[in-house]
């Protein structure tokens, strides 16, 4: 336990260290060049209006980390179904593949507005854009794993005489494990991305309202400080949810090359 906590350690110091010199430079700019708050904020300015709008970065950081986590969700179940399908089948894949990377390379802020023409405003619209922009990544990587194996183990499981069912679930799947969880880190990020966006356009209403729309009120009424501490809680909710998603992918990866090893 010591030593793992002492890599750990060790890991973060360089991250923390170049933050803390990267806000100490902050502060002495804000101060050298005498900046007003409103085009840049200090440091503790920043801290000071994260805490005297504590309740409501919050109630947002957790409105959008709901849209973001569904969004997410939803991407990697459907990414990994369309894979399958683009794997198994090359006409589909030769057919629908133009199509997935439409969603890549359309910028979403041309189709969040027909979203919310169609489906409203409110959560399920921002979950809709979540879920488009954290998509592709899902299908590439889903699809480059079912897809990408070594022509010697094919030709051993044809030497064997092995079904179509029996390549898929001895080989193809378990080749793609590494794959979709690269995946799935890719797409955590993007789904916060996307979630962020989506309530650029979509909000929730008067009552509830997510990240996207408090950076377009804040910036709107130029509470700098303010603004820049919900940023700020999207960043973090963007490296919790990577982080998050890398820890699992990580333990389900060592499990899976135990298993794979003993078994």
């Known amino acids: 336990m010591r030593p793992r906590f002492a890599a750990m350690a060790r890991s973060a110091f360089p991250p923390v260290a170049l933050f803390l010199v990267f806000v100490l430079a902050w502060h002495a700019a804000t101060v050298a060049f005498a900046i007003p708050a409103f085009i840049l904020p200090g440091p503790a300015d920043v801290f000071r209006a994260a805490a005297a709008n504590a309740g409501r970065l919050a109630s947002a950081t957790a409105l959008t980390a709901i849209a973001a986590f569904a969004g997410f969700c939803a991407s990697v179940v459907i990414g990994c179904l369309i894979g399958f399908a683009f794997s198994q089948w090359p006409i589909v894949r030769n057919g629908c593949y133009p199509y ?29 854009v979540s879920f488009i922009v954290s998509l592709f990544p899902m299908i590439t990587n889903a699809t480059a ?41 890719t797409s955590s990020g993007m789904s916060v991305i996307g979630a962020i966006v989506g309530e650029f356009f979509a909000g929730y209403g008067a009552q509830r309202y997510g990240l996207g729309y408090l950076i377009t009120l804040t910036s709107g009424q130029l509470k700098t400080a303010y603004l820049f501490a919900a940023v700020l809680c999207s960043t973090l909710l963007g490296l919790v949810t990577f982080g998050a998603v890398s820890v699992a992918g990580n333990a389900i990866l ?3 090359f135990s298993h794979q090893t003993h078994g």
């Open 100 to 128: 997935a990377i439409f969603l890549q390379t359309v910028p979403i802020v041309a189709i969040a507005p027909l979203i919310i023409i169609w489906f409203g405003t409110g959560l399920q619209s921002v979950i809709l």
């Open 254 to 256: 060592r499990r899976w």
């Open 145 to 185: 794993g079912l897809t990408t194996l070594h022509r010697d183990l094919l030709d051993l499981f044809r030497l064997y005489g092995a079904t179509r069912g029996q390549v898929l679930l001895k080989l193809r799947l378990p080749a793609a494990v590494p794959f979709v969880i690269a995946g799935a880190k």
